[in-house]
């Protein structure tokens, strides 16, 4: 079932985009009636029909590619986001991101970092994809690179709710970089114990990972919850 904030963070980014929604297709038109009542599995048979009719249609492969992991199947989910890729163009760098949010969770997180670095090649104005980067950087021990990231989505984001708990988490990883780089052992465990605590309390203050695309949740709250990935 889409969380509240997948519809509204998807018209966000058509507009972004330029991408205004054409209901050229009966099955495209029926299909997505049934997603914004929730009924994703429903919807599924009409946008496959929908795609079969308009396979050069890349929002189509968007809401295929939410749908798909709404229904809990990642893999599928990856499979139409990537060929997605093939037709993509106004789209392409937000089928780039929910790919990385679907390779997150399922703990690929050097393929995860992948592609949010090909989104922000793409579109280097997206804050979740340096979030999110940040996230998976965090899980490759690269801090340096979270750092890098982190204070990025700030500069991008500076009235963000959880600005003050980033900003912590930041003074963290620049106390554990100085310790990993001066080998002071106790002081590196300090470091990462605190980072874990605040992790954690970014996670429980935050939803899940969320696709910016066309089915996952409203984009305004996307932008602002998307954060901490489990």
């Known amino acids: 079932m889409p969380k509240k904030g997948t519809l509204f963070f998807f018209l966000l980014i058509l507009f972004i985009s330029g991408v205004v929604p054409v209901?050229?297709?009966?099955?495209?038109?029926?299909?997505?009636?049934?997603?914004?009542e929730n009924k994703p599995?429903?919807?599924?048979?009409?946008?496959?029909?929908?795609?079969?009719?308009?396979?050069?249609n890349e929002k189509i492969y968007l809401y295929?590619?939410?749908?798909?992991?709404?229904?809990?199947?990642l893999d599928?989910?990856?499979?139409?986001?990537?060929?997605?890729?093939?037709v993509a163009t106004s789209l392409k760098g937000v089928l780039c991101f929910n790919i990385g949010n679907?390779?997150?969770?399922?703990?690929?997180?050097?393929?995860?970092?992948?592609?949010?670095?090909?989104?922000?090649?793409?579109?280097?104005k997206i804050p979740e994809a340096y979030l999110n980067r940040a996230n998976s950087r965090i899980e490759l021990k690269n801090y340096k690179g979270a750092v890098a990231d982190y204070t990025?989505?700030?500069?991008l984001k500076p009235e963000n709710s959880q600005r003050a708990q980033i900003e912590k988490l930041l003074n963290i990883l620049n106390g554990l970089i100085a310790a990993e780089e001066q080998k002071k052992?106790?002081?590196?465990?300090?470091?990462?114990?605190?980072?874990?605590?605040v992790l954690n309390s970014l996670?429980?203050?935050?939803?899940?990972?969320?696709?910016?695309?066309?089915?996952?949740e409203s984009i305004k709250e996307n932008y602002e919850d998307v954060d901490i990935q489990d």
Not at 23 to 36: D, H, N, T
Not at 64 to 71: P, T
């Open 23 to 36: 209901y050229s297709s009966s099955y495209l038109s029926q299909a997505e009636k049934l997603f914004l």
């Open 41 to 56: 599995q429903k919807a599924l048979p009409l946008f496959e029909a929908a795609l079969n009719e308009e396979p050069q």
């Open 64 to 73: 295929l590619g939410i749908v798909y992991e709404q229904l809990n199947d």
């Open 76 to 86: 599928k989910s990856n499979k139409i986001l990537r060929r997605g890729l093939n």
């Open 102 to 124: 679907n390779l997150f969770k399922q703990q690929q997180f050097a393929l995860a970092e992948d592609m949010y670095s090909k989104a922000i090649e793409i579109n280097n």
């Open 152 to 155: 990025v989505y700030l500069e």
């Open 185 to 197: 052992k106790e002081e590196l465990a300090k470091q990462k114990a605190l980072m874990n605590d």
């Open 203 to 216: 996670k429980n203050a935050s939803e899940d990972t969320k696709n910016l695309s066309a089915g996952s």
